[in-house]
C-alpha cells in the first residue's frame, strides 16, 4: 500500500461514515477507480476505529452523562436544533441504543462471508447506492419529523436499527439508512442524525471488532506496514469529527436533497462505466 492510497483511503472513510453517502462503498469504489490492491484488514480496523474514536469524544457530554446516569438513574439532556431538549433517563437512552442496534448484529453476522466477496463489487454498490438514494428521497416525503430524541419511543428507534440494517451491504449508507429510518419514526432531522451517530458507536465498535479478530488470526500480522496504518486511523478521525461537526449544522436548516442527488448520481455513472466495460 501507498502513502498516497493510505492517505485518500482514510480521508475517504473519515468523512464518508458519518454524511449518508456510504464509506464502504466509496472505499470499494476507490480501490476500483485507482486499481490499487486491497488494503488489508489491519488498515480497515485502523480507519474504523479512528472514526469511532470521532463521534466518542464530538459526543463526549452525551456520552459521560449517559455512562452516569445508568449507574445513578439520571437523566440526559440532548442538544437538539441548537436548543437544550427534554431531558430523557439515562437508562431508556441506553436501552434505546441496545434494542435498535441489535438488527444490524444479527444481519452482519448471517452476511459476513458474503459481505466479504461478492457484494463487494462495483456494480453492487451502485445499486446500494441507488437504494440509499431511494430511502432517503421516501424519509424526505413521507417522514412528519415531529418527534426530538427525547421523546422518541423504542418503536421510533427501532424503526431506525431495521432501516440501519441494510447498511451491511456496500453502498448503502449506515449513515443515511439510520436517519432515513429516524424520519420515517417521526423524528426530526436533528434527532434523527443524533440517533445515527448515537448508533454508529455499537456499529463501528463491532465491525472493528471483527476486523482486528481476523488481523489477529492473521499469519502476516508483524509484517504490516504500522506507519501507514497509523496515519490512516489519524486522517479519519480528524476528517471524521470534522464530518460530524459540518453535518450537524447542515441538518439544522437544510434537506438531505443534495446526498440524494449525489449517491444518485454516482450509481449511475459507475452503472454506465461498467457497462462500458470500464
Known sequence: MSVEQAIVLAIVQGITEFLPISSSGHLVLSSWIFNWPDQGLVFDAAVHLGTLLA????????????????????????????????????????????????????????????????????????????????????????????????????????IAGIFQAAAVLPGISRAGSTMAGGMLGNLTRDAAA?????????????????????????????????????LGAVISFVTGYLAIAWLMKVLRTRSFRPFIVYVALLGVAVLIARAAGA
Open 55 to 158: 463521534v466518542l469524544i464530538y459526543f463526549r457530554r452525551t456520552w459521560i452523562t449517559l455512562a452516569r446516569g445508568c449507574f445513578d438513574g439520571g437523566a440526559v439532556f440532548l442538544m437538539e436544533d441548537g436548543e437544550t431538549s427534554p431531558q430523557i433517563p439515562a437508562r431508556k437512552l441506553l436501552g434505546l441504543v441496545v434494542v435498535a442496534s441489535i438488527p444490524i448484529a444479527i444481519v452482519g453476522l448471517l452476511l459476513r462471508d458474503e459481505l466479504q466477496s461478492s457484494l463487494r463489487k462495483p456494480e453492487a454498490v451502485a445499486i446500494s447506492l441507488l437504494v440509499t438514494a431511494a430511502l432517503l428521497t421516501l424519509a424526505e416525503v413521507v417522514g412528519a419529523r415531529s418527534k426530538r430524541l427525547a421523546t422518541a419511543s423504542a418503536r421510533d428507534t427501532t
Open 194 to 230: 443524533r440517533l445515527s451517530f448515537l448508533l454508529a458507536v455499537p456499529a463501528i465498535g463491532g465491525s472493528a471488532l471483527f476486523l482486528i479478530i481476523d488481523v489477529i488470526s492473521d499469519e502476516g500480522f508483524a509484517d504490516r506496514q504500522w506507519g501507514l496504518i497509523l
